[in-house]
């Protein structure tokens, strides 16, 4: 159960945002996809579950190709954007979880439980009724959260997961990311900033200019971090 990109091409026009990147998260490994603004990092993570195509070279999560097997890629992988609203679907809380269990054609009992325990899970929970439009950042931030976590997917990416994000907020989603390694799901955090998450990493990979630039544990990497504009945490991991 991996997710891999064998020599991963990606161009917007004439410029290169993904540079010839070969990768394995392996099943169950937290991996921090950290780099500046701009360093591609965005760009990877959406092949793979299909969102982009790549130019050149594969995406393959647990033995697929993505570009072949769309749907098998996206219930594998669950994606929670940067900008939590460019993924909601409905108007309230339960409906918007409950949209990708429904895509699915699971029956209602299970697609109940799954949004209760995804709502719990982010500290959401008895909040179903609630108009997605007038929550704060933070809450649609967990609501995003626990669209995927609803799918139960085999691999979870986010995207700057802590941007607008109350310290009890960011407690609360990193306590479960760890339990959902702790079960198994390989995890990748996409940030700049490794405070909330390096404790978790088992490896950080670092991009710059569409490349993979360094991979390894937190503390092997050092001063490469700053190096290349990401955020070391204040006092080690």
């Not at 995406?59 to 939590?84: H, I, K, T, W, Y």
């Not at 699971?106 to 799954?114: D, F, G």
């Not at 198994?184 to 670092?206: E, M, N, Y």
Request: glycine content about 10%; hydrophobic content about 45%; some cysteine.
């Amino acid at each position: 159960m991996t997710i891999r990109t064998e020599s991963l091409v990606h161009r917007y026009g004439d410029a290169v945002a993904v540079d010839d990147v070969t990768l394995t998260v392996e099943d169950g490994e937290f991996v921090v996809l950290a780099g500046a603004n701009g360093s591609g990092k965005t760009t990877l993570v959406r092949h793979f579950d299909g969102l982009l195509e790549p130019d050149a070279g594969e995406v393959v999560v647990d033995g697929l190709s993505v570009p072949e097997n769309l749907v098998a890629a996206r219930s594998a992988v669950g994606m929670v954007f940067q900008d939590p609203r460019d993924q909601f679907v409905a108007a309230t809380v339960g409906a918007d979880v409950a949209f990708g269990p429904e895509n699915l054609g699971l029956p209602r009992a299970e697609i109940t439980e799954r949004v209760a325990d995804a709502l719990a899970a982010v500290n959401m929970a008895g909040r179903g009724d609630d108009r997605v439009d007038e929550l704060s950042g933070g809450e649609q931030e967990r609501v995003a959260i626990a669209g995927a976590l609803a799918m139960r997917p085999s691999h979870l990416v986010l995207d700057e997961p802590f941007t607008g994000l109350d310290a009890p907020a960011r407690d609360a989603v990193v306590d479960r990311l760890a339990a959902l390694r702790d079960a198994g799901t390989s995890v990748v955090v996409v940030t700049h900033d490794l405070r909330d998450v390096c404790a978790l990493a088992d490896r950080v990979v670092v991009m710059a200019d569409g490349r993979v630039v360094a991979d390894g544990t937190p503390d092997a990497l050092g001063d490469a971090l700053e190096r290349y504009d990401v955020r070391p945490p204040d006092r080690g991991c």
